[in-house]
């Protein structure tokens, strides 16, 4: 019994994996119609075959269309299907306990990493939530200080012990701003895009893939490996 239960679980991790990767390359395509296949093969670490193999699948099921263009190369294109599906697969993985945490804290290191780069010392986060929770865990690594959580619906509280705040017009001064919100988000990052220009707006990849591809290809990093 012990041992039909271990193949159960290492089939449902093979199925989850699978779905993941299907992500990957939906947004790949999202993001851009003209990303080759070697590049989205790079950027969710498979196989170039393996890459082929998921692209024709999504042909086959009517989620992407492609277009030849001179010299041999190829446009790819989310079709209406294509975005149901990726907002499906979307929901699912953003459901998954261990994925989301596992995901978060890679995702809110590199950004604070990032901060640090560049002298980006006093950050915000944008949106109560669980991925701030995360966030908060990671600047204790890094001199970094979070001074505000902005989030209206949550003004004059405070969130693990940092001062919830209404905008970022009650703050003194803010190097940055992390998009920790999966509500309103697309409203959220214009909003805050505007206060602190779009360099200074991170979204990590957990939410970009949240947000419509107008707001997301601005700004974030790839899809989650």
């Known amino acids: 019994m012990a041992k039909g239960?271990?193949?159960?679980?290492?089939?449902?991790?093979?199925?989850?994996?699978q779905d993941e990767i299907l992500l990957g390359v939906l947004d790949a395509v999202d993001r851009d119609s003209k990303v080759s296949q070697r590049t989205i093969s790079r950027e969710l670490d498979i196989a170039l075959?393996?890459?082929?193999?998921?692209?024709?699948?999504?042909?086959?099921?009517?989620?992407?269309?492609?277009?030849?263009?001179?010299?041999?190369?190829?446009?790819?294109?989310?079709?209406?299907?294509?975005?149901?599906?990726?907002?499906?697969?979307?929901?699912?993985?953003?459901?998954?306990?261990?994925?989301?945490?596992?995901?978060?804290r890679e995702q809110m290191s590199e950004l604070m990493a990032e901060c640090v780069a560049r002298d980006w010392n006093r950050i915000s986060f944008a949106g109560v939530s669980e991925l701030a929770e995360v966030g908060?865990?990671?600047?204790?690594?890094?001199?970094?200080e979070i001074v505000s959580v902005i989030d209206a619906d949550h003004a004059s509280e405070t969130f693990c012990g940092i001062p919830v705040q209404t905008s970022l017009a009650e703050m003194d001064r803010v190097d940055a701003v992390i998009i920790t919100s999966f509500d309103?988000?697309?409203?959220?990052?214009h909003a805050v895009a505007a206060e602190v220009g779009d360099e200074r707006t991170l979204v990590p990849p957990i939410v970009r893939l949240?947000?419509?591809?107008?707001?997301?290809?601005?700004?974030?990093?790839?899809a989650p490996k």
Request: glycine share 8%; net charge positive; proline share 4%.
């Open 5 to 17: 239960a271990d193949n159960t679980n290492s089939k449902a991790g093979a199925f989850a994996n």
């Open 136 to 144: 908060t865990i990671c600047a204790h690594d890094y001199p970094i």
């Open 49 to 104: 075959g393996l890459t082929n193999a998921y692209l024709k699948r999504c042909m086959r099921k009517g989620w992407i269309r492609i277009q030849q263009v001179p010299r041999r190369r190829y446009l790819y294109y989310l079709t209406p299907q294509g975005f149901v599906e990726k907002t499906r697969l979307t929901g699912e993985y953003l459901s998954s306990s261990f994925n989301f945490f596992r995901h978060a």
């Open 210 to 222: 949240a947000l419509p591809k107008s707001a997301s290809e601005n700004n974030g990093k790839g």
């Open 184 to 189: 309103n988000s697309a409203e959220i990052f």
